[in-house]
């Protein structure tokens, strides 16, 4: 399962043993299942699961917000920066492959406007936003890898112009989808 | 189990469509649509193809996979899908079985990568038993350590595809035109094509391979049975994005520009001519 710089650093901070063999080492960690927010250099953490002793933790950004197809938005007047989020990042695999749309294209909240590719699957990425492309990461072309490494930073996959900020109330703030990711992953 | 049964049973409901012969170009162009603007499942099963075919995924590399000097020789076709993973040759010996479903069609199922994976492998499982030791190794179908079925997926908002080309016989000489990859199974320990793949045929009949799927499709889902006909291309305006590469993509030379043109039509019309129309089975 691919593994984050966000989630290496959030279980280090921790003292959260990999694999985990039932109470953390260091820590009052409850035992599997239970969330733990923690806030850590303005990070939300997300104890999601842990599944035949391997632990997975998922970082949650507060500043950012969330669609419930696991891309997220960080919005700053009228740009927004789009990726893809730690949750989904471990959930696809490893990212061999990002297909970018151009650049002035127009883009449409919950359609897609481009895809990853995980070792067998292609895998949607839908627009939190409506607006315009303005840039795309050209660098996920040779190292589509940043998108598990980096989901939140190095990893961002376009910019746009934001048409208006009316599609902003139906995305979910940190703590939203926080619960919402809990209970995606409590109902397999 | 009876469709009455199954229903009753509260199963989902999918739609099978049985098919023989269909050219690969084809089947994908109807996966890609169906997944695209159907809001069913469907369970689509092509017993064969036509001519042999080169199929890679959505990033595939034709320098890096394939022998394109032979591939461009023998005038083999070569397809970029529109899913991910790696590259097959194909022919009338692939039996192909495809899964698009709703994402909540499934009851507890993830429309991510390894759960569906791991939920295709339950299909086939039973089929095995007494016969081979079946397993879903990584992301192949394996009777002990030989693949004999390469899967992949693509998965939308709301909507995923699995689809399988299973193995059911092979020319070896054909497998001289893929190389190496370059991203393999660990389980794969270095070891070529032939050393690494299986014939399904050398453990089950192709009738009983064909039967037997349908019997477990039909235990995991209250099965409709359709045929071409009930599908026809309602929307005309869907492009599917499922492509044959021309003969520059595959490297042929750009001085050659002219030649090349001249080769590209015959090249094109050498397929067309040869991908005769899908028989119902």
């Known amino acids: 399962m691919a593994r984050s710089l966000w989630a290496t650093r959030a279980a280090s901070y921790l003292r959260i043993n990999v694999p985990c063999r039932g109470f953390a080492t260091g820590s009052d960690l409850p035992i599997c299942g239970t969330r733990v927010g923690v806030t850590f250099h303005g990070m939300y953490l997300l104890y999601v699961n842990c599944e035949n002793n391997f632990l997975s933790i998922h970082a949650v950004l507060k500043d950012l917000k969330y669609a419930d197809s696991h891309e997220w938005v960080r919005v700053e007047g009228e740009s927004a920066t789009v990726g893809i989020t730690d949750h989904a990042q471990d959930h696809l695999g490893e990212v061999v492959y990002v297909e970018l749309p151009e650049e002035g294209s127009k883009v449409e909240q919950g359609a897609s406007f481009g895809a990853v590719e995980s070792v067998k699957a292609t895998s949607d990425v839908n627009s939190p936003v409506s607006g315009k492309v303005v840039e795309v990461n050209k660098k996920l072309s040779d190292s589509p890898g940043l998108v598990n490494s980096s989901p939140y930073e190095d990893g961002w996959i376009i910019k746009v112009e934001l048409e208006d900020d009316s599609d902003l109330p139906c995305l ?4 939203r989808y926080t619960k919402f990711c809990e209970k995606e992953d409590a109902s397999r | 189990m009876a469709a009455s049964q199954a229903r009753k049973a509260g199963l989902p409901i999918i739609n099978l469509l049985r098919v023989k012969g269909m050219p690969i170009l084809q089947q994908l162009h109807l996966e ?10 469907w369970c689509i099963i092509n017993d064969g193809t036509t001519r042999p075919t080169i199929v890679m995924g959505v990033s595939g590399k034709a320098k890096e996979l394939l022998e394109t000097d032979a591939v461009l020789r023998d005038e083999i076709p070569v397809i970029r899908r529109f899913t991910g993973g790696g590259t097959v040759i194909v022919d009338q010996g692939t039996i192909f079985v495809t899964f698009i479903c709703n994402k909540d069609a499934i009851s507890g199922l993830q429309s991510y990568p390894r759960p569906i994976m791991s939920w295709s492998s ?10 081979g030791e079946f397993s879903l190794r990584e992301n192949d179908y394996v009777i002990g350590n030989h693949k004999f079925g390469g899967n992949a997926q693509s998965i939308t908002k709301n909507r995923w595809v699995h689809h399988t080309s299973f193995l059911w016989d092979y020319e070896i000489s054909n497998m001289g035109y893929l190389k190496m990859p370059t991203r393999v199974p660990e389980y794969r320990q270095a070891r070529n094509h032939a050393e690494f793949i299986c014939r399904l045929k050398e453990y089950m009949s192709r009738s009983d391979f064909i039967d037997g799927t349908m019997d477990s499709v039909a235990s995991h889902f209250a099965l409709r049975s359709l045929d071409a006909d009930d599908i026809q291309n309602s929307s005309s305006q869907f492009e599917p994005s499922s492509r044959i590469l021309t003969r520059q993509e595959l490297g042929e030379e750009a001085s050659m520009e002219l030649v090349g043109t001249v080769s590209q039509i015959s ?3 050498a397929i067309s ?5 899908s028989k119902i089975a």
């Open chain 2, 122 to 131: 339950l299909i086939y499982k039973n089929m095995f038993q007494g016969i």
């Open chain 1, 172 to 175: 979910m703030d940190p703590e």
């Open chain 2, 267 to 269: 090249y094109m019309a």
């Open chain 2, 32 to 41: 890609e649509r169906l997944l695209r603007t159907s809001s069913q499942n």
């Open chain 2, 273 to 277: 001519s040869t991908c005769p129309t």
